[in-house]
């Protein structure tokens, strides 16, 4: 697995290529038009006295630029400049150019070293871990991809001061989520830092992405090619993708997320595997960081129907990720349709009868 560094500057960056395998003399760094401007001059400063030549290139910022025309882009820039298999990448910027950056890595010449620098919480967390790279094709999201692995990961959490508060929500839905499915104590800490993270307190933020990327890296590690247990990760993204889907992705994909992990409490709860005050202790945290509670005005039977249609089907059968305790979850594949329905029904605020 990628060694992961974990500094609130860059002036460890060198360093961690020191102990890398790259030796190349020519790095590109890749940003975006938001990341570059804001961070490739410190990280090239950074990374100087370790290569001769340092190239920027940028993409266009966001999802929609997320295909292979970019990447194509991204080829013909390495080709102008006569990248060879020896030099590498340098990843800077959000789950987009971390995904296509690696991408192009896994592609260019069959394949060069890259590195993550990611610069939004989800990337944090969640998307510079793993080694899955790729872009989206003709409107599938991660359609075409491959999984290659980055030498390592230098996780600089103060350049999350610059993210707006709306991404920094989406970074903390999957926060949530992996407290939930891996570390009950982590979710105890969360809620005992909260200010602190509320506050952006830098210290608080470090150790809250080093505890977070440390489930996902500990999971990936037992199950790099999500054959088994990689699926727990999944926890609050089959309902989740299903409602960002249903609002044609004008909500964030950590509050999709977010609302998952509460309909998948909510399931977890009627079947008898959590408690009802967890459940709500669960709902309860979001609103804190400023997570929904509720996806108001859904069509239940649409959210059901995109559901069921969500990639993560085995043999016909949800593969669902429930939780039996809060920092434990579990795949479950015999749920019913009426299971999914009132996890669903919970979101959509139909179900108050607890509150009475
Ligand atoms: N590979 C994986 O395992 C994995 C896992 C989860 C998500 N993803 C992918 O990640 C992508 C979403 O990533 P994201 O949420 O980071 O979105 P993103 O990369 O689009 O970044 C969000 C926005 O924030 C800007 N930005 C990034 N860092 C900034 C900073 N420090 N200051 C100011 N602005 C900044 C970006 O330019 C962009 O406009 C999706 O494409 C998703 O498919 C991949």
Redesign the pocket.
């Known amino acids: 697995m990628s060694p992961v560094y974990y500094d609130n500057t860059f002036d460890r960056l060198n360093e961690a290529y020191e102990n890398s395998k790259i030796r190349s003399k020519r790095v590109c760094i890749v940003g975006?038009?938001?990341?570059a401007p804001?961070?490739a001059e410190a990280v090239e400063k950074a990374i100087n006295s370790h290569f001769d030549e340092v190239f920027i290139f940028t993409f266009k910022?966001?999802?929609e630029h997320?295909n292979l025309g970019s990447i194509e882009e991204l080829y013909a820039f390495l080709l102008e400049h006569h990248f060879d298999r020896h030099d590498s990448l340098l990843a800077l910027?959000?789950?987009?150019?971390?995904?296509m950056t690696?991408f192009a890595a896994a592609t260019y010449k069959r394949g060069i070293s890259f590195v993550q620098v990611?610069?939004?919480l989800?990337?944090m967390v969640?998307?510079s871990?793993?080694g899955?790279?790729?872009v989206?094709f003709m409107g599938y999201?991660?359609m075409v991809g491959a999984f290659h692995m980055p030498e390592f990961v230098y996780e600089n959490p103060s350049?999350?001061r610059?993210?707006?508060d709306d991404?920094f929500a989406?970074?903390m839905g999957?926060v949530l989520k992996s407290a939930l499915l891996g570390d009950e104590e982590f979710f105890e800490w969360i809620l005992d830092n909260m200010d602190g993270i509320i506050e952006h307190e830098p210290e608080t933020i470090l150790e809250m992405v080093r505890r977070t990327a440390d489930i996902k890296l500990s999971i990936v590690e037992r199950d790099p090619t999500e054959k088994g247990e990689r699926a727990l990760l999944n926890l609050g993204h089959t309902i989740g993708h299903a409602i960002e889907k249903y609002m044609n992705f004008n909500m964030?994909?950590?509050k999709c997320v977010a609302l998952g992990c509460i309909a998948a409490a909510a399931i977890s709860e009627k079947r008898g595997f959590l408690g009802t005050d967890e459940l709500f202790e669960i709902r309860d945290m979001c609103v804190a960081f400023d997570l929904p509670m509720f996806a108001d005005g859904i069509n239940n039977d649409e959210i059901l129907r995109i559901t069921k249609e969500d990639k993560k089907m085995a043999a016909g059968k949800i593969r669902f990720i429930l939780l039996d305790r809060i920092g434990h979850a579990f795949i479950c594949d015999d749920l019913t349709d009426e299971d999914l329905l009132a996890g669903i029904k919970f979101i959509n605020g139909d179900e108050i009868s607890y509150e009475d």
């Open positions: 975006d038009t938001n990341t804001l961070y910022a966001g999802e997320k910027g959000g789950g987009v150019v971390g995904d690696g990611p610069t939004t989800l990337a969640d998307s871990i793993g899955k790279t790729g989206d999201k991660n350049v999350l610059t993210l707006d991404q989406s970074g999957e964030s994909h950590g």
